[in-house]
């Protein structure tokens, strides 16, 4: 069964400072990426998606991420975060198999001072 | 927009309660799922339907049951409630879609503290 590992637990950052958050995953197949956001007292919603193309991505709120086949890996950034990005963030994977079960990550907390 | 709507935000009940979480959703996706998210765990899987009537169990379904009688809703039912219950729990609906590349929809979760 696939695995989806976020790194980074919590993040701390100031306003205009630049984000990346580590995405990794186990499978070695087809994979379909994902990354949801949970804003505070809100729900989950899609930041943005990978499963064909340009592994260079672009979502919501100037969010981007990068598929790198060769890491098994999809890294979101932001070049200038906002008070208004704090909030939890999960990276999910599914298989190109035929799954439509995604496995998710633990998750990143992000705090953004302003 | 695609709307999934539970039925409670937060609930509080007793250890032994028979509880019921409901869940429905408005785009007609073959998918339902029911999540508990807890601090540092992430979306832990308890159990999904892909069709009226049918159910499978996801990574941690001990304790709990679903039910889906029509397609828009899905139940999830904590048979004799116990304090480790305690959680918030999310419902989501996908498409059913074979690449396994559509996006799930969320609710807004319920809080279930069992005293």
């Known amino acids: 069964a696939q695995s989806v590992s976020q790194h980074n637990h919590h993040v701390i950052l100031s306003e205009a400072a630049s984000l990346e958050l580590g995405c990794n995953y186990s499978?070695?197949?087809?994979?379909?990426l994902f990354w949801y956001v949970q804003y505070p007292g809100q729900h989950l919603q899609l930041l943005l998606k990978y499963f064909s193309g340009d592994p260079l991505v672009k979502g919501i709120k100037g969010f981007e991420a990068e598929f790198i086949k060769s890491k098994f890996s999809f890294n979101l950034r932001k070049p200038s975060v906002q008070w208004s990005d704090t909030a939890e963030y999960f990276c999910a994977v599914t298989t190109g198999g035929g799954s439509y079960i995604p496995t998710f990550g633990r998750g990143t907390s992000l705090i953004v001072h302003p | 927009d695609v709307k999934v709507t539970q039925s409670s935000r937060y609930l509080v009940k007793r250890t032994g309660e028979k509880v019921f979480l409901e869940c429905v959703q408005d785009?007609?996706?073959?998918?339902m799922f029911w999540y508990r998210q807890d601090p540092g765990l992430g979306l832990r899987l308890i159990y999904f339907?892909?069709?009226?009537?049918?159910?499978e169990k996801g990574d941690i379904p001990e304790g709990y049951s679903v039910s889906r009688e029509k397609k828009e809703r899905f139940s999830l039912i904590l048979e004799s409630a116990s304090t480790n219950q305690t959680s918030m729990y999310l419902c989501a609906s996908s498409i059913l879609a074979r690449p396994g590349n559509q996006p799930q929809h969320f609710g807004d979760g319920t809080r279930l503290s069992i005293l």
């Open positions: 339907s892909y069709d009226v009537k049918m159910k």
């Open positions: 785009m007609d996706h073959e998918n």
């Open positions: 499978y070695g197949g087809t994979v379909n």
